[in-house]
Every structure is written in structure tokens, then in C-alpha cells.
């Protein structure tokens, strides 16, 4: 049985998809398959892929899934993923030529269901940023421990190259999630609820942030961050596993309740935003959504001039 598979999403990835390859060939640990699949690509990217993969010694295969999103095709990957682990790489991003085999040790030496490491994100400007992981120790991590980390603040999730996982675990938490961005968000929020992890300290994921990423797009649109975050909180909020944990509904309860006054902040409505299956349960903070401080918010240039949000943010 194959130990490893390295799902890779492609959406017109043609330039980076030589390097990418030659990458792949580096890895110090051999005994793995890549499942590409492209996304709807428009350029030459399955075509240059088939050109290149020609001689190259390590299994592969080439699929192709018609729904757009990331999400949509790593779950097509993981559908026929023959691998014991599971890893998530996206073609303009990598990973150490020694981490497949770290990974595999450090996993097969502890009682655990998936290896992390740290990521440093790369712009194409040349910046570079290593995502921060407060509050975690090199070693065991028991759950919930990881999963509330990430959902009380999404920028320290480390990204999906930064965990090797257990494939039959990846299964049972249902993959990704439908969205076309916070998929990824979605499943290793859940997975640090849900499983036993083992963290280690090393840069060894780099992730690239280049102007046409999915992610910049949705950064460019008035309030696409907010929205995106809102969505994937709803969707967490649904989730019978986060609901199962009483501190990480805590945490979205407060988060969402924030969310809501910064659109209303914006024009939205908030009758409307709520009126969402997802959201059946929630109740809105009456101290925040009372009538005297929805209109003070519709006045001022900025919701922490409110002093009702002020205070709210202060309650425990």
C-alpha cells in the first residue's frame, strides 16, 4: 500500500507547474502518489502537466473536476487517494525535500492522527511572513487544544501543506467544505477539535501569496474578508462537532455577533444575514443589536466609537 498521497489542485497553474514537478522529484522519502487535479484550468496547464509528468518516475494521476473550487478537487482527489496519510499541496506552493519523510517518523513513532509544521508565507515582492502558533508546544497536542486556537483566529492556521495526515481520519471528518474560500479552514478547525497532533517548531511549508490567488481576489472586493469569515463561522456554527464544544461555540457566538454589527456597520441587513438554516440557533446580543446602538452604529465612521460595542467587547 502507498504510504503517501500528495493531492494537488490545479487552476491555471502553467507557470508554476514545471518547478513544481521538479519539486516533487526532490523529495527525500519516495514512497508516494500525486493526484492532480485540474479546476477548469484555461490555459495550458494539462497539457504542459501531461508533457512534463512523461518522465518522471513516481505514480501519479490526472483528473479533472468540473465544480470550481479547491475544495471540490482535493475531495476528488481524496476520493482515490490509496495513501495511508493524506498531504495537500497546491501547485504554486511547497514544502521541504525532508518533510514527507519527518512527517512519516514523527507520525509513526506517537499515537497521533496528523503532523504539523510551521508555514512561511511568501509574497511575490518579496515579503515574507511566518504565521504565528502562540500557545502551542513542540510535541502532543491533545485536542481540543489546536482547533480552538485556530477558530478564536484564523491567520494562525499554519495552511493545508502544513499538516500530513491520516487518511481515514481526512474521511471521517467529510473532507473539505463546498466553499470557494475557508474550505481548507473548515476541515482543520475540525481536525484540531476532533484528533491528536503532534507540532514541530520548523518552517518547512511555504505558501505563496501572488495578486491572482483566489484569496487576493476575494481581499479586493468591499467587505470580502469579512464575508468570507462570516460564511465559514456559519458554517462551523452548523457543525455538529463544533457544537459539541462549548467553548468553540462561545467563541463564534461572540465572533459572529461582531461580524453582524460590522456589516450592519456597512449596509447589510441584519434580519437578512440571520435568516440563514446555519444560524437557526443563534440569538443576537441584545446589547449590541438594541435600538439606541444600531442607530448610534448607522452615525458614527467607525463601530469602535459605539459605545455599546465598547462595552461589549469588555463582557466576558
Known sequence: MTKVSVIVPIYNGENFL???????????????????????SSDNSLVLLKTILADCAFNYLILSESKQGAGHARNLGLSVAKGIYVTFID????????????DI???????????????????????????????VEEGIVEPPHLGIIWISNFFNLQGTGAILAKTEVINYLGGFYASKTG???FLFIRL???????YYNKVSFFYVRHSNSTISNRNKEKNGVLLSYFNLRKNLYSDELVMNNVQAIRILNKQ????????????????????????KDFKLNFLLFNTVSLLINKM????KYNPFFYVWRRVK
Open 256 to 279: 459572529i455577533n461582531s461580524d453582524l454589527f460590522r456589516l450592519h456597520h456597512s449596509g447589510y441587513d441584519v434580519n437578512e444575514l440571520i435568516d440563514d438554516e446555519r444560524l
Open 192 to 198: 484540531g477539535l476532533y484528533g491528536r497532533g503532534f
Open 183 to 185: 474550505e481548507d479552514a
Open 300 to 303: 458614527i465612521p467607525h463601530i
Open 105 to 135: 517518523k514523527i507520525i509513526e513513532q506517537n499515537e497521533v492522527d496528523f503532523v504539523l509544521c510551521r508555514t512561511q508565507r511568501i509574497y511575490t515582492d518579496g515579503r515574507t511572513i511566518k504565521h504565528p502558533l502562540p500557545n
Open 18 to 40: 514545471p518547478s513544481f514537478v521538479n519539486h516533487l522529484k526532490e523529495f527525500t522519502f519516495q514512497d508516494f502518489e500525486v493526484i492532480f487535479v485540474d479546476n477548469n
Open 91 to 102: 501547485c504554486d506552493d511547497s514544502i521541504s525535500n525532508t518533510k514527507l519523510e519527518e
